[in-house]
């Protein structure tokens, strides 16, 4: 797969875990197929999630039905609720959601720095 094809897997899925919901720089992420090839999948977009590495090596080549996927976006969407419940201060779950969105900016730009071919000046 190239590496222009995981740069736009791990971007339109906003470098998170699409499973248990971990992001980079925490989490070694990988592009994992939601049918795997060695059950009749195959390498088009459609197909391709973001997994970290422990969630795509436990899912192995086993299938997930959709509603065992859609468990896991309640899990991830469900982050708010848990600081609501921890009574987190509302300013520091506003600075922690900031600062992981600094964060994940950097990231982008230095992926992108790395896999996308820059433009020559002429």
């Known amino acids: 797969m190239q590496n222009r094809v995981r740069f736009e897997i791990f971007k339109r899925d906003n470098f998170t875990c699409q ?6 720089p ?17 390498d088009e977009t459609s197909n391709l999630i973001t997994s970290c590495s422990k969630c795509n090596y436990g899912k192995a080549s086993n299938l997930l039905e959709d509603n065992e996927l ?7 969407k469900s982050r708010g609720k848990i600081y609501r419940q921890l009574k987190v201060p509302e300013d520091l779950h506003a600075g922690l ?11 982008i730009k230095l992926l992108e720095d790395y896999f996308l071919p820059k433009t020559k000046k002429q």
Do not use: E
């Open 19 to 24: 499973y248990c919901g971990s992001n980079a």
């Open 70 to 76: 859609h468990q896991y976006g309640k899990i991830v």
């Open 26 to 42: 925490t989490v070694r992420l990988q592009i994992d197929h939601k049918v795997p090839l060695s059950k009749g999948g195959t």
């Open 97 to 107: 959601k900031t600062l992981a969105a600094q964060r994940r900016i950097t990231i």
